[in-house]
């Protein structure tokens, strides 16, 4: 279903990245626009209200350190599905991967750090939730690989199976005794994991970003990469070049999810220390969309990840202040993600114009031409 | 006595798996029908939860059950305009504006409901019943069976319908083939962009109306983000009906039962936690994939845009 | 004046309208990224007769077809039917002036049945007429001598059977013109003669006909006219008095010069330009040792295919083995379980002595067993990734392209530059989308990759389908060459009996998935080919 163009080998440009980038400018200014002309329908003051955003998203010291660590997780996220979706593996069941392994890691993470010694308990844990992320794909993957049967059907019912069975998790064997509300205990905030120096912002946010550099450095310069990408362009020509398609299909499969499970790691350890019941940041939908936007290159989701660390961090603020419900962001972001979609289709339109010519075709562009 | 508690536990199950699978089974025809024409919707639930809350509005000002099931119709049907100009015409990932689609649906939707009723919480009566003679006298089964709103006996009449044309229209043909391989019905002589188009906006207003039933008939209120996966149960359902409406049917009101199924264990006095009952339909349809192996047959052109001579 | 080879009469029809063009084209130029595929294309098609457009590979034939039909729009110029200028805007548009298909490539829906793939475009709305289209399908069947099962699923039909059916789809819509753009790829030599016996009749009738093809005697058998594109532009016309008046030798002579330029000369007299062979290859001696032999396989049958059945032959060292046969009787699932592509259930297959029954597809390749494949779009290229890539597909992770996993960018454009340059590959450049390649060019570069890197021993499966007559010859040394000179071993499974008596040593015959027979190529061979072929037993 997904046909991304290979960057495999032909170019070396570096600019190829920024391009999704720069064209994200102008759909972010038209969806803010759509978004204050809502807000002055119902009498707020929309300078005011993206004033405020920026202000907790991005031009406050402690709003910045909260945008950044929020983008950590959104980035393992998102390593993981690119893993995936090159593949054209629909790997939808993010949630349920992203919520179990964050169960079963504040489950056992209180247990674990205070028996083992510091450092050693946070990467077991870490080891532990890409390991749950990862589990959690199996039946998928291995059902897409031998059965051939579609992921998209396997992978949301393993996601509300993961939802729910977390919640069960957390209500039953790791409830805390010491709450009332069911919640699993806390992680002591000298246990997680350490803050960058000078800041407030945790060591996940470099995970995550090698995260990112090492999928994009694997996707475009390895034979692990190409042999994906040619999986997900053409799956026949996969068998017919000799590619082990099933190995292929379970291994992407189980590193997406074990790059989700990290994002549900790094985001307890980083972040909460503990889960309560039915908690769902539901990272997952506007993540795809973000994904997609990036053309499936590594790099680029790191600002569209970004933007969206700030809006969603900030809107939160601003929404509140304007007494807005916080789901005001929500209709803005959406509206965003449509127009993202249409300076994409404006770019690829202008592309195929300086390609019609229309009086004297030049010789040198005659077929065969560049090697005669 | 366990007579008695089994034909409650028949009866809340039934009517409950009714209440529960009629959204799914409309929103599932739906999603079916433009799956079959090559477009996957996954803003389906975006569209439900505009139907749901257009329709409990009109219905809430016009005092008027049908005009709202109308009302959440056509607000699908506008969703779905969205998707038909931004897949379908300009041939953009149907993925990315389904999901914008899904978000800005559930934006809207929540802010709006905040705003108006947020603080008043008004619901609507329940929706009269046409009880259909003789059978709705059947013991224990013909009062859940038979005693249902009209919108529900038009629900099953759609699947009749779906069937009849997919199968032995050209219409079904062309929608059939837009799925399966865009440039040869093009090739044909007949638009793709057109066929797609109909089927994108088939799924609107049918999703719209699951939507509306959610929150007119089912709730009697509508409350922001409610359909509660419904509209990506429906894409499941499609799926794994392989393009036969009567597996909708069965598929929804599978599901529908096993959501009502701890209401009516409640019934009979078991008490299972919430979460277990949950995941016992997502559970049991895994374990059916598995046991079976079934292969859902998706359409070869699913998700892909056409645009004419490229290659 | 030269004599006549040919009668005229009953060639030219008595209903023709010799005035006026059906269609005339002017000026048509249309360009792709890197490629100007039009460049200034003017043409007549006139009515009762038989339009043949030549060209090599990548001249720009589809494209202009492509035009006519709706599928493109161009860049410039006009179109004229029956004297009043037509914008084409869609294929509806083209149906609508009369002018029907037969696409290169298959618009066929696998999963439809015939029938239903019939229907598509017939009716509007909720109406359906099944029945009619019944009718007329076994009218038009019976009219071409096609006997199909309206109700069977058209992707289990045999390639040949398959454009048998897009013939008749396009003649259900062409009314005025028809386009058949390679319509004979697949077909048997039977098959081709009745399609020949229908253009005769449609001819006659008055339509207009535009014929695409690259073998020339076919060509020549039914075209009144001949066009020849050469890198986008017309290279010129020979009008139906030339093309009836000149003897055979020469007329191809001049074709070919037409077609080719200054590389002409070297396909003078060539078996691929006369369409048959003369000279048997002298006889060889081959050494005994056996590179690949099968030993009683079978495979199941999938999807309403024959399988194979308790197949066993050898491959020496050197020879070229041919398979004949009917398509569709077993060929791919041969050469599928050679390729490890498709398990075996009874029976075993060796290379070079040892059993490869249960060794990957990977494996046979390091060992150098190299398919060429049939279906060059659905699994032979991704149409996604660069020509490059694509020609190193099936050296993922190896030496010298990557290193320890990670690739070398500039050994793999050098190699593929060599390639495109060996086997002369249109294309912009390397870095082209391969799906952007002409047909012809595409099967190129399937044949690039897979005769390069030593192989020991090569499947084909109809190598040269598809290839203009240049590029075939081209093909057919190489593989001869292999043979001869490195040893490489072939299998050439092809359905055109003239290429197997051109290269092959021996020629073993497929039907329904049995072996019937292994024939060795001397005089008279074709007689007890042919005879295999249609079910006889062997002597
Ligand atoms: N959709 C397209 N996009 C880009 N380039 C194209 C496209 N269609 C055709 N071309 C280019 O136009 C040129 C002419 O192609 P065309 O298919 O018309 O050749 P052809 O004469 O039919 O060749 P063949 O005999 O191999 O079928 C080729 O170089 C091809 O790469
Ligand atoms: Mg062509």
Request: charged letters at 15%; hydrophobic letters at 50%.
């Given at each position: 279903m997904v046909e991304v163009e290979g960057e495999v080998i032909p170019r070396k440009r570096w600019g190829a990245w920024l391009g999704p980038v720069g064209q994200s400018i102008g759909p972010i200014l038209l969806g803010l626009v759509a978004g204050g002309i809502l807000l002055l329908l119902t009498g707020r003051n929309p300078l005011a209200f993206y004033g405020d955003i920026l202000k907790r998203g991005l031009f406050s010291s402690s709003g910045v350190q909260d945008s950044i660590t929020r983008m950590a997780p959104l980035l393992l996220m998102a390593a993981g599905l690119i893993v995936a979706f090159r593949a054209n593996i629909w790997n939808i069941g993010g949630d349920g991967q992203f919520l179990l392994a964050a169960a079963i890691v504040s489950g056992f993470g209180p247990g674990l750090v205070a028996v083992l010694p510091a450092g050693l308990g946070l990467v077991v844990l870490c080891l532990l939730a890409a390991l749950v992320g990862a589990l959690w794909t199996i039946i998928p993957a291995l059902l897409k690989a031998v059965y051939g049967m579609n992921e998209v059907i396997t992978s949301l019912m393993m996601t509300f199976v993961g939802v729910n069975l977390a919640n069960l998790l957390i209500k039953g064997p790791f409830r805390s005794q010491k709450t009332s509300v069911p919640?699993?205990?806390?992680?002591?905030?000298?246990?997680?994991?350490?803050?960058?120096?000078?800041?407030?912002?945790?060591?996940?946010?470099?995970?995550?970003?090698?995260?990112?550099?090492?999928?994009?450095?694997?996707?475009?310069?390895?034979?692990?990469?190409?042999?994906?990408?040619?999986?997900?362009?053409?799956?026949?020509?996969?068998?017919?070049?000799?590619?082990?398609?099933?190995?292929?299909?379970?291994?992407?499969?189980?590193?997406?999810?074990?790059?989700?499970?990290?994002?549900a790691g790094v985001e307890i350890l980083g972040v909460w220390g503990y889960v309560r019941a039915d908690w769902n940041p539901n990272f997952g939908l506007t993540l795809f969309a973000l994904v997609f936007l990036a053309r499936l290159n590594a790099l680029a989701t790191i600002p569209l990840v970004g933007f969206y660390a700030i809006i969603s961090m900030g809107g939160h603020y601003a929404a509140r202040r304007a007494g807005l419900p916080d789901d005001f962001m929500l209709m803005v972001v959406g509206l965003i993600l449509l127009f993202m979609t249409l300076t994409e289709y404006v770019a690829a339109r202008r592309e195929r114009r300086a390609t019609r010519l229309v009086a004297g075709p030049k010789a040198a562009l005659r077929p065969g031409g560049a090697h005669e | 006595m366990s007579n008695l508690l089994?034909?409650?536990?028949?009866?809340?199950?039934?009517?409950?798996?009714?209440?529960?699978?009629?959204?799914?089974?409309?929103?599932?025809?739906?999603?079916?029908?433009?799956?079959?024409?090559?477009?996957?919707?996954?803003?389906?639930?975006?569209?439900?939860l505009m139907g749901g809350y257009a329709g409990f509005v009109v219905a809430l000002y016009s005092h008027s059950h049908w005009l709202g099931l109308f009302g959440g119709l056509l607000a699908g049907l506008v969703a779905s305009t969205v998707m038909v100009i931004f897949c379908v015409r300009l041939g953009l990932d149907q993925i990315v504006v389904g999901i914008a689609l899904l978000v800005t649906a559930e934006g809207i939707t929540s802010v709006l409901q905040r705003a108006q009723f947020g603080t008043t919480y008004p619901r609507l009566d329940s929706m009269a019943a046409l009880k259909i003679p003789v059978l709705s006298g059947i013991p224990a089964l013909g009062e859940s069976l038979f005693n249902q709103p009209l919108v529900v006996y038009v629900g099953l009449a759609l699947v009749a319908v779906a069937h009849w044309v997919l199968r032995s229209t050209s219409m079904g043909l062309h929608l059939r083939a837009a799925g399966e391989k865009p440039q040869a019905l093009d090739a044909a002589g007949v638009s793709v962009t057109a066929t797609r188009s109909v089927a994108l906006l088939v799924t609107g207003s049918l999703g719209g109306l699951g939507g509306a039933y959610m929150s007119i008939v089912g709730a009697g209120i509508f409350v922001p983000f409610m359909t509660h996966g419904a509209g990506f149960i429906g894409i499941v359902i499609a799926m794994l009906s392989r393009g036969r409406a009567v597996w909708v049917l069965i598929g929804a009101f599978l599901f529908g039962m096993s959501v009502s199924l701890s209401t009516a264990l409640q019934l009979v006095g078991v008490n299972v936690p919430q979460d277990v009952v949950n995941m016992l339909p997502f559970v049991a349809v895994l374990v059916a994939l598995v046991i079976f192996a079934r292969e859902a047959y998706l359409p070869a052109a699913l998700g892909s845009p056409y645009v004419r001579g490229s290659r | 004046m030269v004599e006549m080879t040919r009668p005229v009469a009953g060639r030219s029809g008595a209903t023709r309208d010799l005035s006026a063009p059906v269609v005339e084209i002017r000026g048509i130029c249309k360009a792709f990224p890197g490629v100007v595929a039009n460049d200034d294309v003017s043409l007549a098609v006139f009515g009762g007769e038989v339009h043949c457009l030549l060209g090599e590979n990548g001249a720009g034939k589809s494209t202009l077809m492509n035009i006519l039909s709706g599928m493109y729009q161009p860049d410039a110029g006009s179109i004229m039917v029956d004297g009043q200028e037509v914008r084409i805007g869609s294929p509806r548009d083209a149906l609508d002036l009369g002018i029907g298909t037969v696409y290169q490539h298959t618009t066929l829906i696998p999963v439809f049945t015939v029938l239903e793939n019939l229907l598509l475009g017939q009716g509007r709305g909720l109406s359906m007429d099944q029945k009619g289209a019944l009718a007329g399908l076994k009218k038009v069947a019976a009219d071409l001598g096609v006997d199909v099962d309206p109700h069977v699923?058209?992707?289990?039909?045999?390639?040949?059977?398959?454009?048998?059916?897009?013939?008749?789809?396009?003649?259900?819509g062409g009314s005025r013109v028809l386009i058949l753009d390679e319509p004979t790829s697949m077909l048997t030599p039977q098959g081709i003669v009745e399609l020949e016996r229908v253009l005769l009749q449609l001819k006659e009738r008055g339509l207009a006909i535009i014929f695409?093809?690259?073998?020339?005697?076919?060509?020549?058998?039914?075209?009144?006219?001949?066009?020849?594109?050469?890198?986008?532009?017309?290279?010129?016309?020979?009008?139906?008095?030339?093309?009836?008046?000149?003897?055979?030798?020469?007329?191809?002579?001049?074709?070919?010069?037409?077609?080719?330029?200054?590389?002409?000369?070297?396909?003078?007299?060539?078996a691929e330009v006369r369409g048959q062979v003369t000279g048997r290859r002298a006889r060889r001696e081959i050494s005994p040792e056996a590179v690949l032999e099968l030993r009683g396989v079978s495979v199941e049958p999938q999807r309403g295919e024959v399988g194979i059945h308790d197949v066993s032959l050898i491959v020496r060292r050197g020879e070229i083995l041919g398979v004949a046969g009917v398509d569709g009787n077993g060929q791919r699932e041969l050469a599928e379980a050679i390729a490890g592509q498709r398990a075996i259930h009874r029976g075993d297959i060796l290379l070079g002595g040892t059993s490869i029954r249960h060794a990957s597809i990977s494996a046979r390749q390091r060992q150098g067993l190299r398919y060429v494949t049939d279906d060059r779009l659905g699994e032979g290229t991704v149409s996604s990734l660069s020509v490059a890539v694509n020609l190193v597909l099936k050296r993922i992770g190896d030496g010298p392209f990557w290193r320890r996993g990670l690739v070398r960018e500039d050994a793999i454009n050098e190699c593929a530059l060599g390639l495109v340059e060996g086997f002369d590959i249109k294309t912009p450049s390397v870095q082209t989308r391969c799906g952007t390649l002409s047909g012809g060019n595409i099967q190129k570069l399937l044949l690039a990759r897979e005769l390069s890197f030593e192989p020991k021993i090569v499947v084909y499966n109809k190598p040269t389908h598809g290839l203009d007559v240049k590029t075939t010859h081209v093909v057919r040394d190489r593989i001869r060459e292999l043979a001869e000179k490195e040893y490489v071993s072939a299998l050439l499974i092809s359905t055109d009996l003239e290429e197997l008596l051109d290269l092959c040593d021996r020629i073993a015959v497929l039907f329904r998935g049995r072996l019937t027979g292994v024939v060795e190529n001397r005089v008279g061979a074709e007689w007890e080919v042919g005879r295999l072929m249609v079910g006889g037993e062997s002597r």
């Open positions: 919640q699993t205990d806390v992680i002591p905030h000298d246990k997680l994991l350490p803050y960058l120096p000078g800041t407030r912002i945790h060591v996940g946010i470099l995970f995550a970003l090698v995260a990112v550099g090492a999928v994009y450095y694997v996707m475009t310069r390895t034979s692990f990469g190409l042999r994906l990408s040619v999986l997900g362009a053409n799956p026949r020509a996969a068998v017919h070049v000799g590619i082990d398609v099933r190995r292929l299909t379970v291994v992407a499969f189980m590193i997406s999810g074990a790059f989700i499970g990290l994002a | 089994t034909s409650t536990f028949l009866a809340a199950l039934i009517s409950g798996g009714i209440l529960a699978g009629m959204p799914l089974l409309l929103a599932g025809l739906g999603e079916m029908v433009s799956e079959r024409a090559g477009v996957l919707n996954i803003g389906l639930e975006g569209m439900m | 699923q058209a992707g289990r039909l045999a390639l040949g059977q398959q454009q048998q059916v897009e013939i008749i789809k396009a003649l259900w695409i093809t690259h073998k020339l005697h076919e060509a020549l058998d039914v075209g009144d006219r001949v066009t020849v594109l050469r890198q986008g532009r017309v290279v010129g016309t020979l009008e139906p008095d030339t093309v009836h008046a000149t003897p055979r030798p020469e007329l191809q002579e001049r074709i070919v010069g037409m077609m080719f330029g200054e590389e002409a000369a070297a396909l003078a007299g060539v």
